[in-house]
């Protein structure tokens, strides 16, 4: 099938050639129009969204992203909940020795359909699903940072490592940060919304902006390739900006 000079595959059609949705949504309209500005796209199972099927905590609710079938093609990665007050996550892209992989930890308010949309160069959404089951309230919740004491104090502390792989390295990172969404009362939001990637040259190796449904205290994982030491510079709503050397 050719819609609009492009051609569809990938995706189950209906008789009339409409793609089919693999987790049926009524909001799926209303999202490709507000994210995706109504572009061409295809529901691609190469772009492996993965969740549990059930939010066992859904303050912290474990989502990775692969998109290595696309490796070398990937302008940006989107991802959002479609029935969170707070839809999107995360605006991630990956450059220069970053592959299309993500982890992350996301809050979801109740069951709904997840999507994480790749845009490859050639100006084709590519986009993969996934449904997950909640008992509600990750997204109202209060934050368990702001019960500990002293919580101020870590503010922006970053924990984690490299762990070398066959042909990568895989960078896992834990951020202290409250990540408040703004939906409790009498707490304003405060979140972390911006993150780089770069070398020991200061090159950038990834831009990524998140969103108030990353849970609090993130935790990030990334795949790089090649040798050498990574930083990341991290920027929060106040103005704030924290550093993490990555040997």
């Not at 990775?64 to 007050?85: Q, S, Y």
């Not at 490299?162 to 408040?180: E, G, I, N």
Request: hydrophobic content about 45%; some cysteine.
């Amino acid at each position: 099938m050719r819609l609009r000079g492009w051609w569809i595959c990938c995706v189950p059609m209906l008789a009339w050639g409409a793609p089919v949705d693999p987790v049926p949504s009524v909001m799926w309209a209303y999202y490709h129009q507000l994210f995706l500005a109504n572009a061409p796209f295809v529901f691609d199972e190469r772009v492996k969204l993965l969740a549990p099927p059930f939010a066992e905590d859904a303050r912290q609710v474990p989502l990775e992203i692969d998109a290595r079938a696309f490796k070398g093609d990937v302008v940006k990665i989107l991802a959002w909940a479609e029935l969170n007050p707070l839809p999107q996550i995360v605006d991630f892209q990956p450059m220069e020795r970053v592959l299309p992989w993500l982890s992350i930890r996301v809050r979801i308010e109740q069951a709904t359909p997840l999507r994480a949309t790749v845009l490859t160069r050639d100006g084709l959404w590519h986009v993969g699903s996934a449904l997950i089951d909640a008992a509600g309230g990750g997204c109202t919740a209060p934050s368990v940072v702001r019960t500990q004491p002293g919580w101020e104090d870590h503010l922006g502390e970053v924990l984690g490592g490299r762990y070398p792989r066959a042909t990568f390295s895989r960078v896992k990172l834990h951020v202290a940060h409250p990540m408040d969404n703004g939906m409790v009362s009498g707490i304003p939001e405060f979140f972390i919304n911006h993150a780089e990637l770069r070398s020991d040259d200061n090159r950038l190796l990834a831009r990524m902006e998140l969103f108030p449904a990353v849970s609090e205290n993130p935790n990030l994982a990334f795949d790089i390739e090649g040798p050498g030491p990574t930083r990341l510079t991290l920027r929060d709503t106040s103005g704030s900006q924290f550093e993490a050397a990555i040997p």
